[in-house]
């Protein structure tokens, strides 16, 4: 049985690469970061904080893939506040920290947020230093995927795809698949990996009979279940069945690979050991999350933060009322007349009680 989830816009062909060179372990750390470079004494960054903090950040030369845009604050701040307003309109379960939320919700999101921090992670000459305007989100979404609840975490089966299609190197390997992928040879991935549980989904996601991919699969991976908090079911695109691989992650070919079409299927195994050994931020574990954990206090915060920006509804983002929205705001949850009329997590005992004013 092959199961399976994809995020076409997230791919580390510089992880494969430095796999295909053939380059021993001492060689990869030359390459890599050392463990723990996240374990700093500073507090960890707020969600926005974090993702604010790649301002002025610009795609590795390694990605010629990704657009040359030097990003800004206010591309920034579009990427998270529809997080945070819809995280504070329908929270999720009390056992998952508010902050948590925010950070993974964005990273969910098809944003310049998650394609650079994906891209700098996986570039093959990275660094401390170059890794700068990533290390806030990185460290916050590694701290906040620690502190998710053990309800959470997953091991057991999943798939990883990597889209080929013009990205040459990764051509070239799956043209050579057979002294490529050899049992034994190592796959590892230093950004964040999305894998997937859904076997349903395959077929959706390895594109028409011209579309070339990678297919890793793993009897037994480690990571966190991410449906109740990603904002793409959220959005109304469906449940992915999203698996989030904390990095680094390591990996070795455990069987001869298959090409079936322009499709080829490697067996990987994970090692757990190398993973945790080599891990950019380790909370001790008395730090990790071991019970539910409130969100009541969390919420008047984030709406502190929308209204600074002048945002009324954190749900639907309007600046005030119109027509389409409705002209008053829920005195509880603060949304506007329509998002709180049609709102099933609204905990309000009635209905909209007070009108907003430009």
């Known amino acids: 049985v092959i199961i399976f989830s994809f995020r076409p816009a997230e791919f580390s062909p510089i992880s494969v690469l430095e796999m295909l060179r053939g380059q021993s372990e001492a060689v990869c750390q030359g390459v890599s970061l050392p463990p723990r470079w996240l374990n700093l004494d500073t507090p960890i960054p707020t969600a926005r904080d974090a993702v604010l903090a790649m301002e002025g950040c610009r795609p590795p030369l ?17 990427a998270i506040i529809p997080v945070e307003g819809e995280m504070a309109a329908v929270p999720p379960a009390s056992d998952i920290p508010l902050e948590a939320a925010v950070i993974i919700g964005v990273y969910t999101m098809d944003s310049a947020v998650f394609k650079l921090a994906n891209a700098w992670g996986a570039h093959s000459h990275r660094s401390v230093d170059e890794m700068a305007p990533v290390r806030d989100f990185y460290r916050c979404l590694l701290y906040w995927l620690q ?21 040459p190197s990764l051509m070239g ?5 057979k002294r490529s992928f050899r049992v034994g040879n190592p796959v590892n991935f230093y950004s964040f990996a999305s894998f997937g549980i859904d076997e349903s989904r395959l077929a959706a996601f390895t594109g028409g009979p011209s579309e070339r991919v990678i297919v890793f699969k793993c009897e037994e991976v ?4 991410i449906d109740e908090i990603s904002m ?16 680094p992650s390591f990996f070795r070919v455990s069987a001869t690979p298959c090409m079936i079409h322009k499709v080829l299927f490697v067996q990987v195994e994970q090692d757990r050991e190398k993973s945790d050994r080599f891990a950019y931020l380790q909370l001790k574990d008395e730090e990790k999350s071991s019970s539910r954990v409130g969100t009541g206090d969390q919420t008047p915060h984030l709406m502190r933060a929308y209204l600074e920006y002048d945002v009324r509804c954190p749900r639907c983002l309007v600046r005030g009322p119109s027509a389409e929205t409705g002209s008053e705001e829920c005195a509880t949850c603060r949304l506007c007349s329509s998002c709180c009329d049609g709102n099933p997590g609204c905990t309000c005992p009635k209905g909209p009680t007070s009108s907003t004013s430009e």
């Open 232 to 247: 793409i079911p959220r959005l109304g695109g469906g449940k992915e069945s999203e698996v989030l691989v904390p990095c």
């Open 173 to 177: 390997a799956q043209e050579d698949y």
């Open 222 to 225: 480690e990571g966190y279940l």
């Open 62 to 78: 390694s990605r010629p893939d990704l657009p040359e845009v030097t990003v800004t604050r206010t591309s920034l701040l579009n």
């Open 147 to 167: 502190k998710l609840p053990p309800r959470l975490r997953y091991r057991g089966p999943a798939v990883r795809v990597l889209k080929v299609s013009n990205v």
